[in-house]
């Protein structure tokens, strides 16, 4: 029988001590469908995002990065109407779309790896450039305070996720990232500040 400290949550899938289901915004469906391709190291790790975002936006379709079936049904779709949330030199500002633009759209790619691994990912893997790219050029300051960042403009998944719909569509992604902020500091509420990357605020 497992220790009851070790059990973890119907729901959430998180330890009992850390579940976050009575942080939970309202479930909520958006237009445009969402498939995040994660490195497999990324799912193991107790700072990742996406965990968060598909509890609070369950429509995410999460997609192992070394998974070849499902990665071949993806490319079966008709990618001309996806976007890939990824900066690479041919990518379009996401903020210069116009409504025309956005309204031909029905979903966008993000990739869930570190900068390196998400680079290898994309040029090792062509039919990925044939989809069009998107970059952020004025993202928000980022919110996610406990795993370091390439720098004060870098999101993680949850966030990059919750602005590309919030550029594309009337969304109003906030309840999301702000379920993140309090599932962050309720989960992290016994760790030492000093595990923290502490992101420093504008006034």
Not at 50 to 78: F, G, N
Not at 115 to 138: C, D, G, P, Q, V
Not at 153 to 162: G, R
Request: proline share 5%; hydrophobic share 40%.
């Amino acid at each position: 029988m497992l220790n009851e400290k070790r059990q973890r949550c119907g729901q959430c899938y998180f330890l009992q001590t850390q579940c976050v289901c009575h942080l939970l915004p309202l479930s909520r469906q958006v237009e445009t469908r969402i498939v995040i391709l994660q490195d497999p190291k990324e799912a193991k790790h107790a700072k990742n995002t996406v965990s968060l975002l598909t509890l609070a936006l369950p429509q995410v379709e999460c997609i192992s990065m070394d998974d070849p079936v499902l990665l071949a049904k993806l490319q079966c779709l008709d990618l001309t109407q996806w976007r890939l949330i990824f900066p690479n030199d041919q990518a379009q500002p996401i903020e210069q779309l116009t409504k025309e633009e956005t309204e031909r759209i029905k979903g966008i790619i993000l990739i869930d790896a570190t900068w390196r691994k998400a680079k290898r990912f994309y040029f090792s893997h062509t039919w990925l450039h044939a989809i069009n790219s998107l970059m952020f050029e004025a993202p928000p300051m980022a919110r996610y305070e406990i795993r370091k960042s390439p720098n004060d403009k870098a999101l993680s998944t949850l966030e990059a996720c919750c602005y590309a719909v919030e550029q594309l569509t009337a969304e109003d992604m906030q309840p999301i990232k702000d379920f993140m902020v309090a599932s962050i500091k309720w989960q992290w509420r016994r760790q030492p500040s000093e595990h923290k990357h502490i992101i420093a605020t504008i006034d």
